[in-house]
């Protein structure tokens, strides 16, 4: 079992899409279940309608996953759990105040040293406790030997007791800490292989440390993905805005499987990387994020579509559409500015500036035009009629046709646009 497990405190990213699309990937390998877990047991930052979302990304993207669950309905095992560990002295009350902690925290970063637990409440005995009526948290008590792990691209780790410390299962209203709860579910939920961000790599041993004190000894198979940064700014673009902006699904799919990877072929469905994806090929190295790049292949993508699809994605249901909107893949890389460029041919146009008179003479022209076929034979009769020729023809004429004084050939985009005549002019 394979479990992939966003957050809904903000946007899913292109790293968060990334992670899901290779634990999809490798589910299928390995021919074993993935489910979703919502990590939402953050409940103060919680974006109300986000988990939804996530789901309706994970579906538009046709991320296979056996089902959904959220992590705050495990909460009874938990505290199950957690009473195990008390029982059996792994864990013990904390009634170390925050200031207490933030004292001694302070103390450690002027000494230049990591922040450690001193161990104070760890040797109460139970009649002390009993009587102290203080809020407590509960910690787990650090382990006696190293955790060691090996990561399927970054090799091996070894973090020493003190490394990982004493640290916090419980808070004070005993709600489970990401770590604790992560932890008891992949336990639970029979975990085979983890796959998320190298962010992560530092909760790895205080997780496997929770299970073993738990006396769960089944191993874990590890991968932690190095992080998506973008190269201007920094920022985690979402995938919601990529959507809106007009990317394709199996454009971004394509691209977060390439990016930093060796692949076989650049251009690519997600059925098709099953076959031959090697997670082993995946580079160490921080992979960046690079829009041109996803542009151009948004573009071939855009190519392969059927044109009727194409259309409907445009808001119409016209092959002729789909083929009109491949027209402008020389210029354009998105359906939004597909649509903006196919939009503009279907709306009302004011005179061209320059072009005025030559503009109205066309239009009025155009009113009383019988149908041609043949751009050729159109422009024929425009002529003739309007006494136009040349540049003064031919540019009021395209931005009447288009709305552009630029663009592809007129007479390809006449052949897809003249049963739109009577709406265009």
């Keep these: ?6 957050s809904p ?4 990213n292109i790293g968060n899409m990334r992670v899901a699309i290779f634990n999809h990937i490798i589910s299928k390998q390995l021919d074993e279940k993935l489910i979703v877990r919502i990590e939402d047991i953050d409940k103060e930052n919680n974006i109300e309608g986000k988990d939804k979302e996530i789901l309706e990304l994970l579906s538009l993207f046709a ?29 013990f009350s904390c009634f170390c105040s925050d200031d207490w902690l933030n004292k001694q925290k302070d103390e450690a970063i002027a000494a230049k040293k990591p922040f450690r637990y001193d161990g104070h409440c760890e040797g109460l005995k139970d009649d002390v406790i009993l009587n102290i009526e203080s809020p407590f948290t509960v910690r787990i008590k650090k382990p006696e030997e190293n955790i060691k792990f090996t990561d399927l691209i970054k090799g091996d780790f070894n973090y020493t007791p003190s490394d990982v410390d004493s640290f916090v299962i419980l808070l004070q209203d005993k709600a489970p800490t990401y770590n604790y709860a992560c932890a008891i579910d992949d336990m639970f ?3 085979s292989t983890v796959i998320r961000d190298e962010n992560h790599l530092c909760d790895t041993p205080k997780q496997i440390h929770i299970r073993k004190s738990l006396g769960y000894e089944k191993e874990i198979n590890y991968i932690h993905l190095p992080v998506i940064t973008n190269i201007k700014t920094e920022d985690k673009l979402s995938i919601k805005y990529l959507i809106d902006e007009g990317f394709l699904p199996v454009s971004i799919a394509n691209y977060l499987v390439l990016l930093g990877n060796e692949t076989p072929c650049e251009i690519f469905t997600l059925e098709e990387a099953i076959e031959w994806f090697d997670i082993k090929k995946i580079s160490k190295n921080t992979a960046q994020f690079d829009m041109n790049k996803l542009r151009s292949i948004n573009t071939e993508h855009l190519k392969l579509v059927d044109d009727l699809r194409l259309s409907k994605l445009l808001g119409f249901a016209d092959t002729d559409i789909g083929k009109l909107a491949k027209l402008y893949l ?12 196919v939009d503009l041919i279907l709306s009302k146009k004011s005179p061209l500036d320059g072009f005025e008179k030559e503009f109205e003479k066309l239009r009025e022209c155009f009113k009383t035009s019988p149908h041609f076929d043949d751009f050729d034979d159109l422009k024929k009769y425009l002529s003739s009629e309007t006494k136009l020729e040349g540049e003064s023809l031919l540019k009021p004429l395209r931005y009447i046709l288009t709305g552009y004084t630029n663009g592809p050939d007129l007479g390809n985009i006449y052949t897809l646009i003249k049963n739109y005549l009577g709406e265009i002019i």
């Design 189 to 191: 939920y029979n975990i």
């Design 9 to 12: 405190t903000a946007e899913m």
């Design 1 to 6: 079992m394979l479990r992939f497990a966003p």
């Design 330 to 341: 020389e210029e354009s890389s998105t359906i939004k500015e597909i649509k903006t460029k």
């Design 63 to 91: 991320i296979d996953y056996e089902y959904a669950i959220h992590q705050s309905d495990n909460k009874k095992n938990h505290h199950k759990m957690a009473m195990k560990l008390l029982m059996n002295k792994k864990a």
